[in-house]
């Protein structure tokens, strides 16, 4: 399990999150759920490492290793998150650069993820060559590749069109339940939230706070068809009730 | 092809307006030498043999310039990196760079004297402050989020330089070796016009005007432009293969 707890931050004394604190259990999906430009990617990149809190903490519970958390992220934008000076492959294998010295153990390991993600036929090919899902696809093999304690998602599925968007989802489940590691997605679509996620954390405009946070019990493995039960039903009301304030 | 056609007509269209002129002594003859004439010079200079040794001339000084002032210019780029290319070397480069290179030619002469070195210095320092103005503004490109996938994937210094960073700039040092290759050709030229050398094509030019066989001068004002328009061409076929991913 990891602990978020009371993290604060802010820019040039504007408060862009407010005591934000929530626990991610082991083999979670969180989504997170807010207006745009509310600091859920501020958050993200906290917990990554790669941006710093005025205050509070990210605590691991339950892991005797006191390293730093590792956190594999996959941006928004393919287009500047992959390299495209880099194949498929290349942009796989520089997941690994750092962790796998032996130059054939770290092919094998890129040989294993291009299999699992299917991606084969395009592993010689670069990001400008390929469509918007598979640069994306590649974006989250590289954060496989990566072996993290937990997996970072900014609004992975959004720069793409509807139906790459619900492919990827599905791909992305797929992996997902084979190994079952932490995720935190951050999102601007409550199906995609009900759909992937066990809770729903719903933040409120600037300064962020946490409004609510709202369960999903709608059992896995999950599909489309789910969506329009009534478990789904409820969920999304509930949704919509909370995050009036900035919905309307 | 089709293009590279058309581009021929017009070109014998041109000649042959040019040799009508000529020929009907609309334009003075001694000023308008028909283009059989230049042909038949331009056939002469190379039956001749001493051209070669002008082209060689000119391709040395343009080469040595090209490969130190780039060396130069690319690493005084780099040196801004840790200050994402700001600070006050740019007013400096900016400040040199609006002085036309030729009229520092007598500076250089007066410093380093009449021979091959203050003519490739000159060339060296043109070219120097064309890549490191480029390579600055590379730099001031550099995508964040690109620096946070090389944070995120744990690389190195080195590796983060030698895997995101260089070819992150890489675009815009490239399209600064268009603009210096271009620049450095006529600075070569003009040099060679203006200080006494044995060989070179400016030389030659200035030689067959003095001795007034225009025929022969057209002859090397035409190769010279062939030669640059070839030099470019190919810089930018090699552009295509080894950026690939400029504009992409």
Known sequence: ?248 | MSNWKRQLIVILIIAWVWFLLAESEILPTLLFPTPPEILYAGWYLFAGGTILTDIGATFMRLFIGLSIGSLFGILIGLSTLKAKGSGGLIFWIDFLRSIPAAALLPIFLLLLGLGEISKIALVIFSVTLIMSINTIYGIKNINNIRLMVAKNLLLNTWQAFIKVIFPEVLPHISSGLRQAISFSLIIVVVIEMLVSTEHGLGRRVVDYHLTFEISQMYAVIILIGIIGYSINKIYILLENKKVHWIGK
């Open chain 1, 1 to 248: 399990m990891i602990k978020i707890i009371e993290i604060n931050k802010s820019y040039n004394a504007a408060a862009i999150l407010q005591n934000i604190s929530f626990d991610i259990p082991a083999g979670q999906i969180i989504a997170l759920f807010g207006p745009n430009g509310c600091g859920k990617s501020t958050l993200l990149k906290i917990i990554a490492g790669l941006d710093k809190q005025d205050s509070g903490e990210i605590k691991r519970i339950d892991q005797d290793d006191p390293n730093e958390l590792s956190a594999g992220l996959v941006f928004q934008d393919h287009r500047f998150s992959l390299l495209p000076w880099m194949t498929t492959r290349q942009n796989i294998e520089l997941a690994l650069i750092a962790k796998v010295k032996n130059k054939k153990e770290r092919g094998e390991k890129v040989d294993q993820i291009i299999k699992r993600l299917n991606l084969g036929r395009h592993e010689n090919k670069y990001p400008y060559q390929i469509s918007g899902g598979l640069s994306q696809l590649t974006a989250f093999g590289r954060a496989l590749a990566l072996d993290p304690d937990i997996y970072l998602f900014d609004e992975p599925f959004s720069a793409l069109d509807y139906q790459s968007a619900v492919k990827l989802q599905q791909q992305f489940l797929a992996l997902w339940e084979k190994e079952k590691k932490s995720t935190i997605i951050v999102t601007h679509s409550i199906e995609e939230a009900i759909l992937l996620a066990d809770q729903i954390i719903i933040f409120s405009g600037l300064p962020a706070k946490i409004l609510a946070i709202i369960p999903n019990n709608i059992p896995r493995p999950r599909n489309l068809e789910q969506l329009g039960g009534d478990l789904a039903q409820g969920i999304r009301q509930k949704i919509i009730s909370i995050a009036q304030s900035f919905l309307i």
